[in-house]
Each structure stands twice: as C-alpha cells, then as structure tokens.
C-alpha cells in the first residue's frame, strides 16, 4: 500500500484537544468531525486539505485524551498518513484500530517540511521526499497491522474473518 499526498507540517506536542477540539466531540457524524480537524492550530487546514495528503509532526502527536475522535477527524478529513518523531501510545493504537497509517520516524519528522510532496510505502516504511529529492526509513509495519490497516480498521478485519 501506498500514499502520496502534500504534507501539513506541525511541532512537538500536538495533542487531540487541538486534533478535535472538546467542543465538537458530540457531533454523531464522523464528516462533522473532520470538518473541525486540526482547526485550533490550523484555521486553513480543512479549506486545504484534499484527499491523500499526510500531516507531518515532530515528538508525541496526539498526546492528551485518549479520544478517538482525533485519528477519525484525521482520516475523515482526507488525511492517507500520519509521520511523526513519536506518538502517544494511545494515539497509535487508536490509530490502527480505525485503520489510519501512522509512521514514527525521526528524521524524517525534522527534515520534511510544510506543502512538500510525499509518496510512502507502508509495506517498506520508505518515506519519498518527491519535493527534495530525498528518502527516507520509516518503522514499517508488522504484517497483521497492514492486514487491519488494508481492511479500514480493526473491527472490519476481525468481520472478515
């Protein structure tokens, strides 16, 4: 599987209250949701974003709440791929579990910068800076997770067993 997309760019420490703000989150809708995505910290984020573009943080995206909304909010809104430093542990697993991709990888986090071009192979962890011309080795995923991730999430893999 891949990804190829425009990255929006953030810092260390972007938790779910700024992924989703607490005020949305009795929104039944997971479109409503998406319509309010990253909207603390990006006002133009969802006027921008388009289908298979990929946020790029630095340490710990999506710490606070262990809400998840905020990886539904990311994917509903278009978003192919998280790439960060680290993540909340709570994130990623809330990730995986709806069948977000998500890639820790470090250098990659510091280097790519804000409307570069980027192609990901999540089979490979290969990160393809199509902006810059560089590349990079991501934390590729274990076969089980590519199979939940292929599937759109957890429950769906688990139902198609």
């Known amino acids: 599987m891949k990804a190829v997309g425009r990255v929006f760019k953030y810092g260390d420490n ?13 929104a039944p809708d997971p479109s409503e949701l998406a319509k309010h995505c990253m909207e603390d910290i990006d006002k133009e984020f ?3 974003v388009q289908k298979g573009d990929i946020i790029v943080a630095e340490k710990n995206f999506g710490c606070g709440s262990s809400r998840e909304h905020a990886p ?3 994917k509903v809104a278009g978003i192919s791929c998280v790439i960060a430093e680290t993540f909340a542990r709570i994130f990623y697993r809330n990730a995986i579990n709806i069948g977000l991709p998500i890639i820790e990888c470090p250098q990659a986090a510091r280097e790519i910068q ?9 089979d490979s962890g290969m990160i393809y800076n199509k902006t810059k ?11 089980f997770m590519q199979k939940i991730i292929a599937a759109e999430g957890l429950i769906n893999y688990i139902n198609s067993k």
């Open 133 to 143: 011309g560089t590349e990079y080795k991501g934390q590729a995923f274990p076969e």
């Open 14 to 26: 972007v938790d779910t209250d700024v992924i989703i703000p607490a005020r949305y989150l009795n």
């Open 46 to 48: 969802v006027k921008k």
């Open 114 to 122: 804000d409307g570069d071009i980027l192609e990901v192979d999540f």
């Open 72 to 74: 539904v909010a990311i």
